[in-house]
């Protein structure tokens, strides 16, 4: 048998690192740190954490800084849109004349043959700045007299520039705004006015005369004349649902054809009557004209085709004396011209007007998909996490929930007009509405396929936050809630969702803010150019989620890139974009304000 022998032998460290190493662990703390703090001059870069520390920082600096000064690009571009702008007339060297808002300049290379053209005193200041110069872009407006809204003027060929005190600023309903000189309105030829000095007070009467008509036309056309149309038509399909229900020629479709004729005659008198009263209008509103000048005496018309016509006071928005307006004029028409922005149609293919229909569109369309994505996201996680056995199964299930959030939202496009609109609409049409075949009702894009469109991109977003919420509630709480008898059904419903609910919230807030701002699946499930009618009216159901529909993501895209003059529609990208910001902030607020309440509601207790 051997014997070990084990002995501790004691010896004095060799160095000071060895001794703290060696030292008790009661050693002081602040010598520790003290000893810690020194490190060898050779150490690895990698093995210093703090150089990544302020690297992460910078990044993270950099990015707050990009979006914020994105988001000032765009808030100070929205906001100055609408302010009213000075007009300036500027007189060339050549003796033409240029009239219009100052939109903005540029510096630019003079080319040679530019400069050889130009006098010795302009060459030699074009010479002592390096050949540069300036250019300025005027709003000239008029694009039914010049074919264009903006002009660009050279610096080098303006001799005067004066800021005229009777220019007025028009804004028309076509052919975007109109800048010249107002002489006095005319009462079927005769002028109003008395003198240059009453102008201004002649048109303001004048004006709202003229308005009054306008409306009273639309309000006409729209309502009564579309109320007519629409038991017109009305009457047509239950003569066609007859004859396909029962037969051509039967007793029930000669009925359906019989009260339809009777019915009809009694439309078309109301229709003559409603056209006659248009008819007198219009005879009302011609008398009315408003004969504009631009800066070279050339009549602005009421119409291109009528160049000898002064344009009607009726199409008239809105027109001003943009150099003698005073600070409390300017800020009236500043602020009319956002409330006209927010509540009336576009017009002018989008570039001026109001958005109202893409507003409303945008918020039924999000709201549509929050309903939607919210019960089919929360249920599928509650049964990926409290019912589905876990298991090779399940987790392909997650990995393709989670993958699903990576495809482009185009391919989400192309399935929503596949399945919804050419497939189950095409099924409900043939159902529900086989008189109106063969023109789709829901056989086609609307503002239901794409909220549905958009729910399928979104749940998964949904899916994730809630498993992650669900699983965060305590285990104890579900144990509690068994103790006491509950179901499990009871146990989920009473105790898990209440307290995952602040967490599903925020699932449901990040949907919201992509659903609201995606485009590319819209373009094919039902977003339209301009779509003014909304889709709700007095008829039953009321909200008719078959209609296409107008969004803001939409609209920025295409005043920016298919108007006609990217100029003309650059403001109204910015003030649109502005306003889908915002808009999609106020529901992102609401909803994390109802999360706020539902956390200190079911804030756990602590004993």
Not at 136 to 160: C, I, M, P, Q, S
Not at 276 to 295: H, K, N, S, T, W
Not at 483 to 508: E, F, H, N
Request: net charge positive; proline share 5%; aromatic share 10%.
């Amino acid at each position: 048998m051997v014997k070990v022998e084990a002995r501790l032998v004691l010896r004095a460290p060799e160095s000071e690192a060895e001794a703290v190493v060696l030292a008790p662990h009661s050693v002081d703390a602040t010598s520790v740190s003290a000893s810690r703090q020194k490190r060898p001059r050779n150490a690895n870069l990698a093995a210093r954490g703090d150089p990544y520390v302020w690297l992460t920082g910078c990044g993270l600096a950099v990015a707050a800084l990009m979006i914020a000064g994105l988001l000032l690009l765009v808030f100070y571009n929205g906001v100055s849109t609408f302010w009213p702008k000075r007009i300036v007339e500027l007189t060339l060297t050549d003796g033409s004349k240029v009239l219009g808002e100052l939109s903005r300049w540029e510096r630019y290379k003079v080319t040679p043959e530019e400069l050889n053209g130009l006098g010795a005193a302009a060459q030699k200041r074009i010479a002592a700045a390096g050949g540069w110069s300036r250019r300025y872009l005027v709003r000239t407006g008029n694009f039914d007299l010049y074919g264009d809204d903006f002009k660009w003027v050279e610096e080098w060929k303006v001799a005067r520039q004066t800021y005229p005190g009777d220019a007025w600023m028009v804004e028309r309903t076509e052919w975007g705004p109109a800048i010249g000189y107002l002489r006095s309105p005319a009462r079927d030829g005769v002028a109003m006015a008395r003198g240059a000095e009453d102008v201004g007070r002649v048109f303001s009467e004048a004006h709202r005369l003229a308005a009054g008509y306008y409306m009273r036309i639309r309000e006409l056309q729209q309502s009564d004349m579309g109320e007519v149309n629409y038991r017109m038509e009305s009457a047509r399909l239950r003569v066609r649902k007859a004859a396909r229900e029962h037969g051509e020629g039967s007793a029930e479709h000669r009925a359906a054809a019989a009260r339809a004729a009777a019915e009809e005659l009694q439309l078309e008198a109301e229709y003559r009557r409603l056209d006659a009263e248009i008819q007198r209008l219009r005879a009302e509103d011609e008398r009315l004209r408003a004969p504009i000048y631009d800066a070279t005496g050339r009549l602005i018309p009421e119409r291109p085709s009528s160049p000898d016509t002064p344009m009607l006071v009726s199409q008239i928005i809105r027109a001003y004396p943009a150099n003698q307006s005073s600070l409390f004029q300017r800020i009236r028409t500043y602020v009319a011209r956002w409330a006209e922005f927010l509540a009336a149609e576009p017009r002018e293919a989008n570039t001026e007007g109001g958005v109202m229909p893409a507003i409303f569109g945008t918020v039924l369309m999000t709201l549509i998909m929050s309903v939607v994505v919210a019960p089919f996201g929360v249920i599928a996680a509650l049964y990926l996490r409290e019912y589905a056995r876990q298991g090779p199964l399940v987790s392909a299930v997650r990995i393709a929930v989670n993958n699903l959030a990576g495809v482009p939202s185009i391919v989400f496009g192309v399935f929503g007009l596949g399945f919804f609109c050419y497939l189950v609409g095409a099924r409900i049409d043939s159902l529900f509405y086989p008189e109106k075949l063969p023109a789709p009702t829901y056989g086609t894009g609307g503002i239901l396929w794409a909220s549905l469109t958009l729910a399928l991109l979104t749940v998964p977003v949904v899916i994730v936050a809630t498993e992650e919420a669900v699983a965060a509630v305590p285990r104890s709480m579900r144990e509690g809630s068994y103790a006491c008898g509950a179901s499990k059904w009871q146990t989920i419903w009473r105790i898990v969702l209440p307290r995952a609910t602040p967490g599903i919230m925020t699932g449901l807030i990040l949907a919201m803010a992509r659903g609201a701002g995606e485009v590319a699946p819209l373009m094919l499930t039902g977003v339209v150019k301009l779509a003014p009618q909304l889709p709700f009216d007095s008829h039953f159901p009321f909200f008719h989620l078959e209609r296409s529909f107008m969004h803001l993501g939409f609209h920025i895209y295409d005043v920016g890139f298919q108007s006609r003059n990217s100029e003309a529609g650059k403001a109204m990208v910015f003030t649109t974009t502005l306003l889908l910001i915002a808009l999609i902030a106020v529901l992102n607020f609401a909803a994390i304000r109802l999360r706020a309440r539902l956390k200190r509601k079911y804030r756990p207790a602590h004993f």
